[in-house]
């Protein structure tokens, strides 16, 4: 994403059609030389907007949309197969606990899209990259991934590079989706900081529902009053995390976040790939990683690594973030088009 606060107002026709900020991370950085076939940049054709977004105030969606709703809806972001006449279709999993109010002030101070705020060149962003994300996810379900279809890894090399950032405005973007709907996990677990971000109230999470076998991971999750929008705590932190995450039971578990819910997105928010073992755990489990590259601070070799401890996902992404000014006034990554 670029740096929003630092954004330029575009000059009169300057805007023209843009590459997104996965495209514009594949041209920045050497992909060749990772030499994995199984990397696609990008996996799926850009879709581009024919028409002009509309205007803000976005319409607010129903205050309630439950995941019945989001599984039921006829079109989908992400279409769902028609079941076989004799599939058992389980019972969609259902998050009943409270609704939290999100302070949208809070959003809008830590540069986040607001929901229901006006069309911002961060939203226009990050609703490119989430097309982008959920064509992959139908192509995944296509191809009968199973679950991970609808599962997206954030990580990147280094602490600091933007991945809670970029997977906070990737949730809000899908949730403003008519027919998904987004659990955002913290999968931080030394460092979470998604509840803090947000202003949620602590409680377990994701690694209280991988230790203790009585707990059921749908009773942790966090409902909010941003219509769609679901978050999983990070929980009880272990020094055996990665251990929990490569468990049968974390198989389980990560099930139970999708079941019976095929247009539910749910997105992991790791640790930095090179610093802690979760993001390369969590990777098997996924359809789809995208890996976060700050623009002025992530290296060749860093990625490289990055990627290659994320060989567990299929689809490695790249997705440009913090694109700023050169000092030369020529600018990279911004929201009008690349010319660095
Ligand atoms: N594009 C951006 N524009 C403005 N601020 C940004 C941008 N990307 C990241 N930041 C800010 O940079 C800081 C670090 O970002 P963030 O916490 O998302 O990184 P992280 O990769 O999750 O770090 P960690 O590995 O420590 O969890 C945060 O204060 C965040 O708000
Ligand atoms: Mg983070």
């Not at 191809?143 to 933007?162: M, T």
């Not at 906070?168 to 955002?184: D, G, Q, R």
């Not at 389980?252 to 979760?278: C, K, M, N």
């Not at 990627?307 to 700023?324: F, H, I, T």
Request: net charge negative; glycine share 8%.
């Amino acid at each position: 994403m670029t740096e929003h606060s630092k954004l330029p107002v575009p000059e009169k026709g300057e805007a023209k059609p843009r590459e997104s900020l996965i495209e514009r991370a594949a041209g920045r950085f050497d992909f060749t030389r990772l030499s994995r076939p199984a990397i696609s940049i990008p996996p799926v054709p850009l879709v581009r907007p024919v028409a002009p977004p509309p205007a803000a105030p976005v319409k607010p969606v129903d205050p309630v949309k439950p995941a019945t709703q989001a599984a039921s809806a006829a079109s989908a972001a992400i279409p769902a197969e028609a079941p076989a006449q004799d599939a058992v279709v389980p019972a969609p999993v259902l998050f009943e606990g409270p609704r939290h109010p999100i302070d949208r002030e809070r959003l809008r101070d830590q540069g986040l899209i607001v929901p229901e705020g006006a069309v911002t060149a961060l939203l226009e962003e990050f609703r490119i990259v989430k097309r982008q994300l959920l064509m992959q996810a139908a192509d995944l379900r296509r191809q009968n991934a199973g679950a991970a279809a609808q599962r997206v890894l954030i990580s990147s090399p280094h602490p600091g590079e933007g991945k809670t950032y970029c997977a906070l405005n990737l949730a809000l973007a899908i949730a403003a989706e008519k027919e998904s709907e987004v659990l955002l996990v913290d999968a931080d677990f030394a460092k979470p900081s998604i509840l803090s971000t947000l202003g949620l109230p602590g409680g377990p999470g994701l690694m209280d529902a991988l230790m203790d076998e009585t707990i059921d991971v749908a009773d942790c999750v966090l409902g909010t009053d941003v219509p769609g929008l679901w978050v999983l705590p990070a929980g009880d932190t272990t020094v055996n995390d990665s251990e929990y995450l490569s468990s049968s039971r974390a198989a389980q578990v990560l099930a139970r976040l999708t079941e019976g819910t095929p247009r539910r997105i749910v997105i992991f928010d790791s640790p930095p790939a090179l610093a802690a073992s979760p993001a390369a755990e969590l990777a098997k489990h996924v359809g789809q990683a995208v890996v976060i590259v700050r623009a002025d601070r992530t290296g060749q070799g860093a990625l490289e690594d990055a990627v290659s401890l994320l060989d567990g996902c299929p689809n490695v992404q790249l997705m440009l973030n913090a694109a700023q000014f050169s000092p030369s006034g020529r600018r990279f990554g911004a929201y009008y088009g690349y010319s660095g």
